[in-house]
Nanobody, 116 residues
Framework: QVQLVESGGGSVQPGGSLRLSCAASGSIFSAYRMGWYRQAPGKQRELVAAVGGGGSTNYADSVKGRFTISRENAKNTVYLQMNSLKPEDTAVYYC??????????WGQGTQVTVSS
């Protein structure tokens, strides 16, 4: 059983910053990827950023240069540093853990609101 616990969401003005954290517990194996997805009202869930076990990263074009994903393997924790936030970044952000041969696990979601 895998559990993902997210923290760090909230409200911020445009141009501000937030840092999301997600800690995974349970039967975690070495071959896995962690990342963040988001879903805005009326839109499909989309990938924001992901980091593989070896540290390789990928980002949505809309967040490149503003968001940074990182992980601490010893703590099975992934972070998303979000800078220069825009109103269009407003969404529920979900932590994702993908295990090779098993599939996806999801966090409960954390709200990020960017508004003046």
């Amino acid at each position: 059983q895998v559990q993902l616990v997210e923290s760090g969401g909230g409200s911020v003005q445009p141009g501000g910053s937030l840092r999301l954290s997600c800690a995974a517990s349970g039967s975690i194996f070495s071959a896995y990827r962690m990342g963040w997805y988001r879903q805005a009202p009326g839109k499909q869930r989309e990938l924001v950023a992901a980091v593989g076990g070896g540290g390789s990263t990928n980002y949505a074009d809309s967040v490149k240069g503003r968001f940074t994903i990182s992980r601490e393997n010893a703590k099975n924790t992934v972070y998303l540093q979000m800078n220069s936030l825009k109103p269009e970044d407003t969404a529920v952000y979900y932590c994702n853990l993908w295990l090779l041969g098993i599939g996806d696990y999801w966090g409960q979601g954390t709200q990020v609101t960017v508004s003046s």
